[in-house]
């Protein structure tokens, strides 16, 4: 069964410093999402993307946020100068295009941000 | 987004149903009524989906309340790995720039063996 898949599963970065998460969505899927859960908090919402453009994005996706799909397969998160409240596990997650019911999540990377 | 509420947690014994339930009173003609879980380490998986009639697939029932104010997951027989957090979350399919699902806290199943 087709899967979506990040790297890596573990990242430790100093504060200050910058950081890309890299995820590989499910072939055929057409949008792409981040998310991030702190330790012991609820899954965030951070972006979506679509035709190579962000189709949304949430109060926490600011200015230290890019997302970009340099090619056909991969979709990166770079977090630009890291703070530690970036600390957080985060999910890349996919689906097939407006109107799927389903999104497929990545198992995750914990970044950790000292 | 339209609120729904869930028990924090919940226990089942293993090889017994399970009814989840969500309460979602503020729901609109157009959300669908998606249940996803979290099982412990792992990101979100869907579960199953639904507008007005009840839902079956492989891993679980959806019932639907007739007003739509309330929803049931239904896990017919738990096991171990049923063990998680379970998400109602409302979402509204078509509508442009809503494409995101928002969690809510959840209810933890604990299964005991």
């Known amino acids: 069964e087709p899967e979506v898949t990040q790297t890596p599963s573990h990242q430790v970065t100093q504060m200050g410093q910058e950081v890309i998460l890299r995820c590989v969505p499910i072939?055929?899927?057409?949008?792409f999402y981040w998310y991030r859960q702190i330790l012991g908090q609820k899954v965030e919402f951070l972006v979506s993307?679509?035709?190579?453009?962000?189709?949304?994005k949430s109060e926490i996706f600011d200015d230290q946020f890019s997302v970009e799909r340099p090619d056909g397969s991969n979709f990166t998160l770079k977090i630009r100068s890291t703070k530690l409240e970036d600390s957080a596990m985060y999910f890349c997650?996919?689906?097939?295009?407006?109107?799927?019911?389903?999104?497929?999540f990545g198992p995750g990377t914990r970044l950790t941000v000292t | 987004d339209a609120k729904t509420t869930q028990p924090n947690s919940m226990e089942s014994n293993e090889e017994e149903p399970v009814h989840l339930p969500c309460n979602h009173s503020t729901i609109s003609g157009t959300d669908y009524i998606h249940w996803y879980r979290q099982l412990p380490s792992q990101g979100p998986e869907y579960v199953i989906h639904?507008?007005?009639s009840n839902v079956n697939n492989r891993m679980a029932s959806l019932a639907i309340a007739e007003d739509r104010k309330s929803s049931t997951l239904i896990l017919h027989r738990a096991t171990l790995r049923d063990a998680a957090v379970y998400y109602c979350?409302?979402?509204?399919?078509?509508?442009?720039?809503?494409?995101?699902?928002?969690f809510g806290t959840g209810t933890r199943l604990t299964i005991i063996p």
């Open positions: 993307f679509y035709n190579n453009e962000i189709s949304e």
């Open positions: 639904g507008l007005t």
């Open positions: 997650a996919s689906s097939e295009g407006r109107g799927s019911y389903e999104q497929y």
């Open positions: 072939s055929n899927h057409l949008y």
């Open positions: 979350i409302l979402r509204d399919v078509w509508w442009k720039g809503n494409e995101k699902l928002t």
